[in-house]
């Protein structure tokens, strides 16, 4: 009797435990919030931002959302998550970098370029550069060594900051079949040598170079924004590739 009492408690324990990570996790998300709504959020003190505009709301998918916004010369973006019932912003930029997002790290078709680009820069084109270092390790412990090509991508994308100052482009195809392939021999890798794997940082760095519409190189201007996130987000600010860097 008992026994039958304690299985028919664990099924309906399973079955509440089954329906609670349902309900957090798998739900369908609610309406986005309203304006008024995220320019709270994005004016919390801690930004300071005051009299700020949203510019547009950009749906990547169901569950996560780009947001650029404005505020006098500071041109920002944000990135919002449906997660555990909630909108939450979980990426935010004023840095005036472009900035890739990665919705799942494990999937490259999920990476999004997103900018938000101060028009004074007067920009015509952004050439951006996905760069895998050249490297070479050797382990004592398993007495292997690895030589890490040099890889250099490349992608333009016109601009006209005139019609709007920000985008958002999902990495091109070229750039998906290298990080699928580099995803798959990484995972692969032998994890005999734990503490070097484990430690061994991504040799994979992305960057960018704007240029004016007299095709020359645009002077950097950028005020002194800031980047952060929370929780569960995945991305990063593309760095400023100088032409003497190139291959």
């Known amino acids: 009797m008992m026994k039958?009492?304690?299985i028919s408690l664990s099924g309906i324990i399973a079955?509440?435990?089954v329906a609670s990570v349902y309900y957090n996790y798998f739900s369908n998300p609610s309406e986005?919030?309203?304006e008024d709504e995220r320019i709270?959020?994005?004016n919390?003190?801690?930004y300071g931002f005051d009299s700020l505009e949203i510019l547009d709301t950009i749906y990547l998918d169901d569950t996560h959302v780009f947001v650029p916004f404005a505020q006098d010369q500071i041109y920002g973006t944000s990135f919002w998550i449906w997660e555990k019932r909630n909108w939450e912003m979980k990426g935010f930029n004023t840095m005036l970098d472009p900035y890739l997002w990665q919705l799942d790290p494990n999937d490259p078709n999920t990476f999004y370029i997103t900018w938000n680009l101060d028009p004074v820069n007067d920009l015509s084109q952004i050439d951006l550069y996905l760069m895998n270092r050249r490297g070479f390790r050797s382990s004592d412990f398993n007495q292997t060594n690895t030589y890490t090509p040099g890889v250099q991508l490349q992608h333009q994308i016109e601009t006209n900051l005139d019609e709007a100052s920000y985008g958002v482009e999902r990495l091109p195809k070229e750039w998906i079949t290298f990080l699928e392939t580099y995803l798959e021999v990484e995972g692969a890798k032998s994890t005999d040598d734990f503490f070097l794997n484990h430690f061994h940082r991504?040799?994979?760095s992305y960057g960018w170079i704007p240029y004016s519409e007299d095709g020359k190189i645009s002077e950097r201007v950028s005020p002194n924004g800031s980047t952060s996130s929370y929780g569960s987000f995945y991305g990063e600010t593309l760095f400023w590739v100088r032409e003497d860097e190139l291959e």
């Open 4 to 6: 039958k009492v304690w």
């Open 15 to 17: 079955m509440i435990i």
């Open 202 to 204: 991504s040799s994979l």
């Open 40 to 42: 709270d959020i994005i």
């Open 44 to 46: 919390e003190p801690q």
């Open 32 to 34: 986005f919030l309203s």
